[in-house]
């Protein structure tokens, strides 16, 4: 009997799009979001949330993967990688989604009404491909008033078949009337020895060395990853530094100069947690520190201050965070810190 064209033997779908990958510690919402999929209730809009390291940006496309693929898997929600859908989408030229974002030339980092308007108009057409369209903003808050109030329309008039995720690090940021328009997606940090394991099975290093990323990472494995030995060591200097400034050895200036050539956020929020493991001593014998690997030397540092110095000083290093997002003077900002901190002492 001749063969007919089903009798072909069928070669198994091995056929799964380049680089997609679900992180373990965002498989529940990857789950949620296909199941709420699969019962057709999507809400017309998605706020993920979390630290960053969380791989948030990377969820959002591979929602935006599989909502744009005409045949995902019913059961995993993974998106083909053999439809027109997925093709366009992996060669980056689906014309049903849209990447909303700061201009690259911004030092601001604001998303400019401008560039929120262009969404509008993509939100009134009708999809191309007759399927979903769908819109991404990152950073959601890096939205200004106005671009805000541009996407609240969009929000509160949805055209059927259009998702739009929001991607953030600080819903706080947003309008309230936004935040109340969105379904919330919170990503949180993976349990600790979940997230060892993860990093273990991905780099090559000694297990108290890992841990020590990931706790500097505030458990975010994807930031973990980026921290190599050469900046592990510049932290070792920066602490050494800060602690020797107030016995005179190194200027406000001197510090400030050489603190700016480095990742100043990264600086800030390390010298946020030597504070914090500070008062933690101060306060009993802790179980858990941010910096382990300085544990003696902080808690020495933690003998020479006060507890009132302490937390005094910890809401200026936050004051500070908050502030390098602004465009003040990053060199006067470190100044006016150490003055503070020194000040605070006298
Ligand atoms: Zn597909």
Request: charged fraction near 15%.
């Amino acid at each position: 009997m001749a063969k007919t064209a089903s009798q072909k033997p069928v070669t198994e779908p091995t056929n799964l799009p380049p680089k997609f990958y679900i992180f373990p510690w965002l498989q529940n919402a990857w789950g949620q979001i296909t199941q709420t999929r699969n019962e057709k209730r999507l809400h017309h809009a998605y706020l993920i949330s979390g630290l960053p390291g969380l791989g948030k940006l990377d969820l959002a496309y591979h929602i935006a993967h599989s909502l744009l693929c005409t045949k995902p898997d019913p059961h995993t929600g993974y998106p083909c990688g053999q439809c027109r859908g997925c093709h366009l989408f992996q060669v980056g030229n689906h014309p049903d989604i849209q990447r909303l974002g700061p201009d690259p030339e911004s030092k601001s980092g604001e998303i400019k009404v401008e560039a929120a308007r262009n969404l509008v108009d993509f939100n009134e057409l009708t999809s191309q491909s007759g399927g979903y369209k769908v819109i991404i903003i990152a950073p959601a808050d890096g939205m200004n008033r106005y671009s805000a109030n541009s996407l609240l329309k969009t929000l509160e008039e949805p055209t059927p078949f259009t998702i739009i995720l929001l991607v953030t690090t600080q819903p706080g940021r947003l309008l309230a009337t936004i935040r109340s328009r969105c379904q919330h997606l919170p990503i949180a940090v993976p349990p600790e020895p979940e997230a060892l394991a993860w990093l273990t099975a991905q780099v090559r290093v000694p297990p108290d060395q890992l841990q020590l990323a990931l706790r500097l990472a505030h458990g975010a494995p994807l930031t973990a990853l980026k921290f190599n030995h050469d900046i592990l060591q510049q932290r070792q200097t920066n602490v050494r530094m800060f602690f020797e400034f107030t016995a005179g050895k190194h200027s406000p200036s001197s510090i400030a100069t050489q603190w700016i050539q480095q990742d100043l956020a990264q600086l800030i929020d390390w010298l946020s947690t030597w504070i914090a493991d500070i008062a933690r001593f101060q306060t009993g014998s802790p179980v858990y520190l941010d910096n382990p690997d300085l544990a003696t030397y902080l808690h020495t540092q933690s003998t020479k201050y006060s507890s009132v110095t302490i937390h005094k000083f910890w809401s200026k290093v936050l004051n500070t965070r908050q502030h390098l997002q602004t465009n003040l003077n990053p060199q006067l900002l470190i100044e006016t810190l150490l003055i503070q901190w020194r000040d605070l002492q006298s």
